[in-house]
T-cell receptor, first 113, second 111 residues
Framework: NAGVTQTPKFRVLKTGQSMTLLCAQD?????MYWYRQDPGMGLRLIHY???????AKGEVPDGYNVSRLKKQNFLLGLESAAPSQTSVYFC????????????FGDGTRLSIL | LAKTTQPISMDSYEGQEVNITCSHN???????ITWYQQFPSQGPRFIIQ???TKVTNEVASLFIPADRKSSTLSLPRVSLSDTAVYYC????????????FGAGTQVVVTP
């Protein structure tokens, strides 16, 4: 059981380049989330999805787009990368239900030069 | 989402019990209290969750007083591998499972 898998694990981009981070979960979870974590800080929610075909903005959505075309996948896109988006990105998924915990992937470390 | 406050860091020796207290004065009636653990270069890992009184599992206990304005995570007999950042979160049942992470508590266990 792989749980939550993030691809790639590391990436270096130049300012202005675009890329897509992939999150895949094999637990049939309804909810999925994208966070970013900067040094010495907790995670901040970028976007989330409560089901296939639906997405919503989190705390820090600017500069990012997401798509949830399939239930098991949640994609995070950077259309024009900026140095301020250098961070570690975590994806999480969760089963529907009030007391269900989130299950996290091991992150994507993204550096933008 | 209710804001939480917890100590920035705590030090302990192997074999001791570590208690981390988190305050959440604005917790709502339907909110659960959840604790996560995070090791370097890994995603947060769920430890324990509770609503009121005491919850215990194979790795920790969670104590919640009657007013629910605080909670205490208890790690019994810690080992070096328990060195990590611990996050206290309050989740609203109306918020689609969204969580608001603070900076967490860095626990360092030494021999």
């Amino acid at each position: 059981n792989a749980g939550v898998t993030q691809t790639p694990k590391f990436r270096v981009l130049k300012t202005g380049q675009s890329m897509t981070l992939l999150c895949a979960q094999d637990m049939n979870h309804e909810y999925m989330y994208w966070y970013r974590q900067d040094p010495g800080m907790g995670l901040r929610l970028i976007h989330y999805s409560v089901g296939e075909g639906t997405t919503a903005k989190g705390e820090v959505p600017d500069g990012y787009n997401v798509s949830r075309l399939k239930k098991q996948n949640f994609l995070l896109g950077l259309e024009s990368a900026a140095p301020s988006q250098t961070s570690v990105y975590f994806c999480a998924s969760r089963k529907h239900g009030d007391d269900q915990p989130q299950h996290f992937g091991d992150g994507t470390r993204l550096s933008i030069l | 989402l209710a804001k939480t406050t917890q100590p920035i860091s705590m030090d302990s020796y192997e074999g001791q019990e570590v208690n981390i207290t988190c305050s959440h004065n604005n917790i709502a009636t339907n909110d659960y209290i959840t604790w996560y653990q995070q090791f370097p270069s890994q995603g947060p890992r769920f430890i324990i969750q509770g609503y009121k009184t005491k919850v215990t599992n194979e790795v920790a206990s969670l104590f919640i007083p009657a007013d629910r304005k605080s909670s205490t995570l208890s790690l019994p007999r810690v080992s070096l591998s328990d060195t990590a950042v611990y996050y206290c979160l309050v989740g609203s049942t109306d918020s689609w499972g969204k969580l608001q992470f603070g900076a967490g508590t860095q626990v360092v266990v030494t021999p």
